[in-house]
């Protein structure tokens, strides 16, 4: 019985964290767009930052719990279930197409973050001034975005015609936003809890938990926004989500958790899980270097070669 609760708990975090998500990329998507910011530039930040939370908040909770195996294997796992997983999904949707600009600097830039990671890692722990040096790096990274972000022809986005005014809607979307930031806080909470109770009582350690349940829940807003703007035609901001946030998973999340509890690093990671993460982020380019375009077979391969890193993990 009570572990039939600890899962239904488990699940009751999933929701609150998949709807506060869904909350906090609505209203600051919209928020952005009324400022008339680049689509691209939205999805990297704005959108990127939302769906990242998640992690975050996971991450933050067992790092501080010394549970630093789910608080890296969140990470990992996300970041590869964003290629893998959420791109693939998006493409087998609609074919994606990827501009220059992204594929010559902002996928590079995703790589170079991963690697400076793995080097970090390479000493079995990722200390305060590693943490500090990968915050540094996502200033730079904003700083770039900052100077990229605004359109020539500025966006005519009026978000709350029928709300009385640009005024009344941007308050709406930052009410959407602190109720996200909320759940998101909630179900976070909810979930690692359940999730080290699960691991413990099922025999499973918590890097894989943390590689596989965690890192798929977490990611479901990344899945949730990518493939809503694909199904819009919005390319930019798909592709820009799952870039973005894997740059803010690695830059953001791995960058305030050891400053605030250093994370070890289990030594099988570094011979298997970072350079699948590294490997996925690099495929990206010889992917999407022919004609600029993430279409379904190319989804396609991206996807089953996730399933076959998940079949791997539990073999």
């Not at 039939?4 to 767009?33: D, K, P, R, W």
């Not at 959420?86 to 220059?100: E, K, S, Y």
């Not at 960058?255 to 289990?266: E, K, N």
Request: hydrophobic residues 60%; charged residues 10%; contains cysteine.
């Amino acid at each position: 019985m009570d572990m039939f609760f600890t899962v239904l708990v488990f699940f009751a975090g999933l929701f609150i964290l998949y709807h506060g998500a869904e909350f906090l990329v609505n209203g600051s998507s919209q928020l952005a767009f009324s400022y008339g910011v680049r689509p691209l530039i939205v999805g990297m930040t704005v959108v990127a930052f939302a769906t990242s939370m998640p992690e975050l908040m996971v991450s933050l909770l067992a790092a501080v719990k010394g549970s630093s195996d789910m608080a890296a294997g969140n990470i990992i796992g996300s970041n590869i279930a964003n290629i893998g997983l959420i791109l693939g999904i998006a493409a087998l949707l609609l074919p994606m197409a990827v501009g220059r600009a992204t594929l010559t600097r902002e996928i590079p830039f995703m790589i170079g973050a991963s690697l400076l990671v793995y080097v970090f890692c390479l000493d079995g722990v990722l200390s305060f001034v590693n943490g500090l040096v990968l915050f540094l790096f996502l200033l730079v990274f904003l700083a770039y975005c900052i100077k990229t972000a605004r359109v020539k022809v500025p966006y005519e986005l009026d978000v709350a015609s029928e709300a009385g005014g640009k005024g009344q809607g941007r308050r709406r979307n930052l009410l959407f936003i602190a109720l996200g930031m909320v759940g998101l806080g909630v179900g976070a909470e909810l979930m690692v809890r359940s999730a080290v109770i699960i691991a413990t009582a099922l025999g499973i350690s918590e890097l894989v938990i943390g590689m596989t349940v965690v890192a798929v829940g977490t990611s479901l807003p990344e899945l949730a926004a990518s493939v809503v703007s694909a199904w819009k035609g919005e390319m930019d901001l798909s592709v820009g989500n799952v870039i973005g946030s894997n740059i803010f998973n690695v830059l953001f999340v791995l960058g305030v958790c050891p400053m605030i509890r250093p994370l070890s690093v289990d030594p099988s990671v570094l011979r298997f899980e970072l350079p699948v993460m590294l490997a996925f982020s690099v495929a990206l380019i010889p992917l999407l270097w022919s004609g600029r375009k993430l279409d379904r077979p190319r989804g396609a391969l991206l996807l089953v070669a996730y399933l076959l890193f998940i079949g791997v993990l539990f073999v």
